[in-house]
């Protein structure tokens, strides 16, 4: 080193570069070192921060390196990294911001022309430096195990010229910041462009799934980090430096909060300095960076194939409808432990074709069902039963939905609807306060049925598995899904690309295999009575009071009678798996039938027909509670959960989840293009 006080150099004066610049100037102002000059890329540019900093500044970097300096900071744009720092290191030490080259290998290059000339290099992966990360670390050392998820979050609002940058690159920080908390060795990742962003899934050695957003969204800049443990949560907001712990199932909850003026790129250079001056402080290396590199691009090493394979749990309804919305360019098994398809939570269902009149109080679950619809009529018009009129009333002793309340959200959600009541002898005189005929309908189960059966058998991708049960699952040393089943006697394994989960209440099942988060579902031991009743076919929904429903099955004189209190005969929340198995339930259809009889005084005289009771599966706690959305979860790994709310949804989650593999095929050889020189040339010289 030429004196006590080191002499430092910054190489690029963009936005980042200026950052640096005044850091450097409150740094030479306390001694700690000197700024002996600025590089620049323009005459211009040149006269410009010599104006602003008062240091001299050179528009050529040989010139810059012809002086007596100890070290350069560069802060050049992403992919001229490799390039200058390779300039920089046969003349003196060098900082450069991450990420230090556009790949490992050239990062790992650098670390070894460094060693070859006797230079410190230093990577400048600012986020662990940041008191917040270090207050994280502090909290985490007493913990001894690793968080079951990580799901972080770097986005900045978009600005011109983003999409010739890969969002990984240009956002390192979440991955570096698991590197310096865990220290986990990644060891498979999927990487997902959309638009500006890039959602990856990342496997850790451990093992811990971490889902990571990076990119340009939005209108406000986001820098999240959430870690979830067994019995903790634990949320970090970089914005506001702050630190939200829940613990014991959310009943206590702490926050800390840390000093705004603390600063992170403060403390990197420092540590620089440190690092100067002969000391042995911790800092990114080459090396090092090359490993976050590989952690943030690196993805299978497995040959995709040309259909990538799809694994299908479940043949209800949704099963089915994705396996036929997949099986057009992907090779799908649908694995099926009945004998038949539509045997479980789609069979124990009123069949109704909604359009949004049975949740006046969710404009969420409104607005899905309209959105919907053309999708499923496209594909399913034909098991549209016609003829069949849908009216809907609420209670005269209603409190929550009274008929003001009721058609008021009705006109403002736009449902089409009259004010009308049944043909005589279908509803009690004054006991609804309103009654509306709706555009509803009602869903044939027979030909729905036969409708997808034949669908599947057309296509020849497609391979049903009846009478199959999934005993486990796994990923594979390269991501691959890897399923352990049994049909009859003989128990296989297979790999697959994707997973979809249709299970409904084994939801968690497949959580637990693959060690992703498990969320309370609510379980419920349902009974609909099938009836036989002199009744014209219409179907008839009471909201509030006992919520009767009855509904005609499409043939003279059958229809299917619930409550929303009386047909639930049992009820357990659980985040368990598997799905709970009860033993047969004692029948509530008297009740059923006399409460339904104060509204239908024409039920006194039904025949019940049979009882159909299963398990309805919802999530526990519902940011809406009136609502009954269908919740598509995206576990990241090429993995979803579909917990259907109504059968009109089918078809929109289908092409959902097709245009994430379609996506994720996209995006398996590159996550997003590099910037191109000439944008890189201009923007570090300004």
Request: with cysteine; hydrophobic share 40%.
């Amino acid at each position: 080193m030429s004196s006590t006080t080191p002499r430092i150099i910054v190489i690029g004066a963009g936005r980042f570069g200026r950052q640096h610049l005044l850091e450097w100037q409150r740094l030479a102002a306390e001694g700690r070192a000197i700024l002996a000059g600025i590089v620049v890329r323009t005459e211009a540019s040149r006269r410009q921060v010599e104006a602003q900093f008062g240091v001299p500044a050179f528009s050529d970097l040989e010139s810059a390196l012809a002086l007596d300096v100890d070290a350069v900071d560069v802060v050049t744009p992403s992919d001229t990294h490799f390039d200058v720092v390779q300039r920089c290191l046969p003349h003196t030490h060098v900082l450069v911001e991450k990420p230090a080259a556009m790949d490992a290998r050239r990062a790992r290059e650098l670390t070894k022309l460094a060693r070859s000339h006797g230079r410190h290099f230093m990577v400048g992966h600012v986020y662990r430096f940041h008191p917040l990360v270090h207050e994280l670390k502090r909290l985490l050392d007493g913990v001894g195990t690793l968080p079951q998820q990580i799901m972080s979050t770097f986005t900045n609002p978009p600005t011109p010229g983003i999409e010739d940058l890969d969002p990984r690159l240009e956002f390192l920080h979440p991955f570096d910041i698991i590197d310096y908390l865990f220290g986990v060795a990644p060891v498979f990742g999927q990487h997902i462009r959309h638009a500006n962003t890039c959602t990856s899934s990342i496997r850790y050695q451990g093992p811990v799934n971490a889902t990571v957003e990076t990119g340009w969204r939005g209108s406000r800049k986001c820098r999240t980090l959430n870690l979830r443990y067994d019995d903790r949560k634990l949320f970090c907001d970089f914005i506001d430096n702050s630190i939200v712990i829940h613990t014991n199932d959310d009943d206590d909850v702490e926050k800390i909060f840390l000093a705004p003026e603390q600063s992170a790129l403060r403390n990197e250079l420092c540590a620089f300095l440190s690092l100067l001056r002969g000391d042995s402080p911790a800092y990114p290396d080459g090396d090092k960076a090359a490993a976050v590199i590989d952690a943030a691009t690196g993805s299978s090493g497995r040959a995709e194939s040309p259909r990538p394979r799809v694994a299908v749990i479940g043949g209800g309804i949704f099963g089915a409808t994705c396996a036929i919305e997949l099986g057009d360019f992907c090779d799908v098994t649908v694995f099926e432990r009945h004998g038949e398809l539509l045997t479980e939570a789609s069979f124990y269902n009123q069949w109704r074709h909604h359009s949004g009149f049975h949740y006046p109080r969710s404009p969420q679950t409104v607005d899905e069902v309209k959105e919907s619809r053309d999708d499923f009529m496209a594909r399913y018009r034909e098991i549209i039963h016609t003829g069949v009129d849908c009216y809907y009333g609420t209670s005269a002793t209603a409190r929550e939905i009274t008929a003001e309340r009721y058609v008021a959200a009705c006109e403002g959600n736009g449902l089409s609807f009259e004010h009308a009541y049944p043909p005589p002898g279908v509803l009690r005189e004054g006991t609804v306060s309103v009654c509306l005929k709706t555009d509803e309908s009602v869903v044939d189960y027979h030909a729905f049925k036969a409708l997808l059966e034949s669908q599947l058998a057309s296509k020849p991708g497609i391979t049903v598995l009846r009478n199959t049960e999934v005993l486990d699952g796994e990923f594979g040393p390269d991501g691959e899904k890897r399923l352990t089943f049994r049909s009859g006697t003989q128990v296989r394994h297979e790999d697959f690309d994707f997973l979809v989960n249709a299970t409904y209440a084994n939801r968690n099942l497949a959580a637990k295999w693959f060690q992703f988060p498990p969320r309370a579902l609510r379980h419920d031991l349902v009974e609909l009575l099938v009836l036989e009743v002199d009744l014209p076919r219409v179907s008839v929904t009471i909201l509030d009071g006992p919520f009767t429903s009855i509904t005609s099955m499409g043939q003279d004189r059958m229809f299917m009678l619930s409550s929303i209190h009386d047909s639930v005969l049992k009820s357990i929340v659980r985040e368990e798996a598997p799905a709970p198995e009860w033993a047969r339930a004692d029948s509530n259809r008297h009740n059923l039938l006399r409460h339904a009889t104060t509204y239908l005084p024409a039920l006194a005289d039904a025949k019940v027909v049979e009882s159909r009771i299963g398990v309805r599966t919802v999530y526990a706690y519902s940011d809406d509670f009136d609502g009954r959305p269908t919740v598509v979860t995206d576990h990241g790994f090429g993995c979803w959960s579909v917990l259907g709310g109504k059968i009109i949804t089918c078809v929109s989650n289908a092409q959902e989840i097709a245009a994430e593999i379609r996506n994720a095929l996209r995006s398996t050889r590159a996550a997003g293009p590099v910037a191109s020189k000439e944008r890189a040339e201009r923007e570090w010289a300004s």
